[in-house]
């Protein structure tokens, strides 16, 4: 190797570094500001370990009885005034812009929420859990993730232009799991959200304020259960946490 070959490889692999470690500043840069209280929840899980690893391994089991990689294969009847403990949180994006609500849209069901993101934005996990699916669906969420939690909830994160987890894999709240996109049905970069129980679509806003950055309270519950067919839009059947016995002032 004569020295103008050594020097063109140095120059190659400094280069590749430079390129490399911009990545990762930029990576990091978008984690921060860190959030205060997932910090203090960690804290007290290191005292909790082995029971929390058993749980995140069968997240849920209580009310799930599979685990497939089929979106809507969970299929069940939730236990009456079943209560979702959503402290723990983290928001998947830092982003508070929302572009589209859960609801009717386009005469069919929107059955998440649409937080504008941007290509490459660094998309997590909301809370502990277990991955479930990790798969593309072209004609709808693009490349997509469903993580079922020991809270009994599972999330969805579509659209995505990358997926950085695995089926199977266990991840903790606030872990990078994909970067955002434009993947799929969808016009404009953003992360499609959704909240379910059992398969039932629940809209995310009753759970998460992106504007605010905060879940609206600490607990979520279900009053009397939910089945396919309810309407899980209904006050009758879905009631946030603050009248039983919830500690936190809800925000609005
Ligand atoms: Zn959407």
């Known amino acids: 190797m004569d020295f103008s070959t050594i020097k063109k490889t140095v120059g190659i692999f400094v280069l590749s ?8 500043q930029d990576i990091i840069a978008r984690q921060a500001p860190s ?3 997932l910090k203090d929840i960690r804290n007290v899980k290191l005292n909790n370990t082995a029971a ?15 685990w497939t990689d089929n979106l809507r294969s969970c299929t069940g009847a939730v236990p009456a005034n079943y209560k979702i403990d959503l402290r723990g949180f983290c928001m998947p994006t830092t982003n508070r812009k929302i572009n ?9 069901q929107h059955e998440g929420m649409d937080v504008k993101v941007y290509i490459g934005d660094t998309i997590r996990a909301a809370f502990d859990g277990k991955v479930r699916i990790c798969k593309y669906n072209g004609g709808g969420y693009g490349y997509y993730i469903v993580i ?11 659209h995505l232009s990358k997926q950085i987890v695995k089926k199977d894999q266990v ?4 872990e990078p799991i994909g970067l955002g996109g434009n993947t799929g049905r969808s ?3 953003h992360l499609h959200f959704e909240t379910r129980v059992l398969g039932q679509p629940i809209d995310p806003a009753l759970m998460f304020d ?10 979520f519950v279900l009053q009397n259960g939910i089945s396919k067919g309810n309407s899980v839009q209904s006050a009758s059947t879905i009631s946030t946490g603050s009248a039983q016995g919830n500690n936190r002032t809800a925000r609005k």
């Open 100 to 108: 589209s609500n859960f609801g009717p849209r386009w005469g069919r």
């Open 210 to 219: 992106f504007v605010h950055q905060d879940v609206v309270s600490d607990y």
């Open 148 to 158: 079922r939690h020991p809270n009994g909830l599972e999330t969805l994160y579509g």
């Open 35 to 37: 959030d205060k209280r």
């Open 171 to 174: 991840v903790r709240a606030g």
């Open 187 to 189: 016009n404009g970069s």
């Open 52 to 66: 929390i690893s058993a749980d995140l391994n069968n997240p849920a089991a209580n009310i799930y009885t599979d």
């Open 17 to 24: 570094m430079v390129a490399v470690s911009g990545f990762a």
